[in-house]
C-alpha cells in the first residue's frame, strides 16, 4: 500500500466512523454509547492522519475529541 492509500484509507474510515457517529445519536438514541464509540473511532482515524500529513491544528481538535468522547464513555460505562 502506498504513502497516499494509507492517508486515503484514515481518512475514509474515519469519515465512515463519524458519519455512523451522527447516523446513531440522530436515528438511534437508544444505542447510546455507541455513537461515541464510534465517534472516538473516527477521531482516531484521523489522528492518525493528522500525525502523518503534520496538520497541527487538526491534531488539536482530534486530540481533544478524542478526549471528550472517552470522557464520555467513562461516564456512560462508568
Known sequence: MTYKNIDNTL???GTVCLLTMYT??????HLH??????GV??????????LRVRNKPQMLVNF???????AGLYKAWG
Open 64 to 70: 481533544v475529541a478524542i478526549a471528550i468522547g472517552l
Open 24 to 29: 446513531l445519536m440522530s436515528f438511534f438514541p
Open 11 to 13: 481518512q475514509w474510515a
Open 41 to 50: 473511532l473516527g477521531g482516531v482515524c484521523y489522528l492518525l492522519w493528522t
Open 33 to 38: 454509547p455507541y455513537n461515541i464509540v464510534a
